[in-house]
């Protein structure tokens, strides 16, 4: 389930974070390696909260015990709210907080591990404790739980906001660090980056050391530059479960599952690996692209996590590859677990599924998605083909994927006799990520008659900057706020992303709130408010 980003967040703690991140720090970092962390769109630096009194709380932990945060004075407290059946950052979360104790040494005795559910639907001691168990956690930390009326209690006293959106639950990724007489020293927000979870864990490592008597050491030598992905259009050699190795990249089309023996929470895991194995036959008889399934070694909770698991599936006629570093994952744009994505030969990707929210797909489903998806593929993805574009279009297309200067209204009235397309987006976005690669597709086959501009909302703009680098589009993108997009939509957005249409008069003549899911409900209408209006 997604949790929150920062660029949603409306309480009054994560307001702080906004306005003092910049000056936030690591100790024990060097002056070269916090750079290099203030550079990382990745990992969070942390946010200083001044110390004042963490709000106390008293609610039940995975063993049905009750526990007060007050009870922990004296002990260095990271405190992080946890959707009990997330399948996205919160796993990220708390793999972080664990290996942040470890690498502390002795000195982890000191620290205490909490966690606060924040799925309003899943409430029960026995959904933390499946979180806990499944999550190798137990006696690592005590995973907390109550009445909603209690569990709202908390949420509203430590600024996390919480929802439930189009089924899913969106909740403020937040992990406060706490010190020994109760105050609240750092807030960190988790990205969804699973190359970066070692990253986060030493940062807070440094951060509860400092807080700790004599500074322990910390035993981890991490670099905080950025780690890239491994993105499809690049060979990678992983190792295959059982021995071996698999080979991924470009050269053929490819049908990959990412996914973690944790997924078991939320689905029949070993049920729909077994039924793999049709598609997997099909692919093997040469019908369909070759299936690889990829599990998410880099926040597996033990080594023996997955065999355990594949013990209980049986034989599978598609190989099973680790992604140890999440290298893979980030550069396969993996939003969630499962996820499915189909590759083309040239390292495009064509299509994704996000099993955890809508369903694992029946074999013939599948097939038949992956089939249309293959037809689908243009000609062409290159910009090449808006070579030969007007003058003031041409502009747009030198500054793809740049993130500029100045204000999106004056660019617009720039573009006065050309219709335009304007996405409102941001890096932390989900469906923002999801939907990129339609409006790039889009921008390329049309860009020589519309206007396609982005418009960053909320966003960090090293966040912002980082991502366009890995989702190329033929248009520049300029930083907005609320108040920033009021001129030209005075009733204001209902949520990111949201696309608005512009008419060559320079009038908004359309408003779609939510992601484009399909190619051709973007084109129709492009059709409709910019080529026809």
Known sequence: MPARSPGKAAAAILCVLVTVLAVAGCG??????????????????????????????????????????RAYRGKVVVLSFNDSQCTTICPLTTQAMLDAKRSLGRAGRDVQLLGVDANPKAIAVHDVLSYTELHGMLGQWHFLTGSLRQLKSVWKKYGIGVEIERGQIDHTAATFVIDRQGGLQKLYLTTQSYSAVSQLGQVLAYEVSSLLPGRPKVITHLSYATVRGITPVRPATLPRQGGGSVSLGPGRPRLLVFFAS????????????????????????????????????????????????????????????????????????????????????????LWYRDASTSGWPSTAALETQIKAALAKVPASSSTAQLSGSPAQLAALHEQGSQLVGGRLVNRLRSLHGYPAVVNIWGSWCIPCQREFGVLASAANRYGKQVAFLGADYNDQPGNARSFLRTHHVSYPSYTVTPGGLSSLLPGGIQGTPTTFFVSRQGKVVHVHTGPYETQGTLDQDIQTYALKG
């Open 28 to 69: 024990g970092a060097t002056k070269s390696e916090t750079r290099l962390l203030a550079d990382n769109p990745n990992v969070d630096e942390g946010g200083p909260l001044g110390g004042r009194p963490a709000p106390n709380f008293t609610l039940t932990d995975e063993a049905g015990h009750k526990i007060s945060l």
């Open 262 to 349: 944790w997924d078991s929470e939320v689905m029949d895991l070993r049920g729909d690996l077994r039924a793999l194995n049709r598609y997997g036959a099909a692919a093997n008889g040469g019908r369909l692209p070759g299936l690889t399934a990829v599990d998410e070694a880099s926040v597996e909770p033990s080594v023996s996590a997955l065999p355990r698991l594949l013990s209980k599936v049986g034989p599978l006629s598609y190989p099973v590859a680790l992604d140890r570093a999440g290298r893979v994952a980030d550069g396969y744009e993996v939003q969630d677990e499962p996820w499915f994505v189909l590759v083309s030969g040239t390292g495009k990707i």
